[in-house]
């Protein structure tokens, strides 16, 4: 069975941190491709990172680069989102997704097999 369980949003104030995991179980623990993607309330889900599982390359939304920062932890087969300088504007649902194969477009939603449930952060001002 394929698993994706994020941890680590809650409550913090402009400028500060938070760091989200995602782990990953059955099927999911052999994806290539693993992403992290944010909604807003009323919004479309929009793209946030990428990692490569192999080669650990990464790419990032404008809006975060500088400031968020993806990184894998391959023993414990676990993406983290390390999240610097937030903003109020990074109040979100953020999901963390895997894709079966090497994403061609990978801040296309629709290349994804598998999500995770969500976790919230809300950044106050």
């Known amino acids: 069975q394929a698993q994706l369980v994020e941890s680590g949003g809650g409550l913090v104030q402009a400028g500060g941190s938070l760091r989200l995991s995602c782990a990953a179980s059955?099927?999911?623990?052999?994806?290539?491709?693993r992403g992290w993607f944010r909604q807003a309330p009323g919004k479309e889900r929009e793209f946030v990172a990428v990692i490569r599982w192999s080669g650990g390359s990464t790419y990032y939304t404008d809006s975060v680069k500088g400031r968020f920062t993806i990184a894998r932890d391959k023993a414990l087969n676990t993406v983290y989102l390390q999240m610097n300088s937030l903003k109020p504007e990074d109040t979100a649902v953020y999901y963390c997704a895997a894709s079966r194969r090497l994403a061609s477009t990978p801040i296309d939603p629709r290349e994804y097999d598998y999500w995770g449930q969500g976790t919230q952060v809300t950044v106050s001002s």
């Open positions: 059955g099927r999911t623990a052999t994806a290539p491709t």
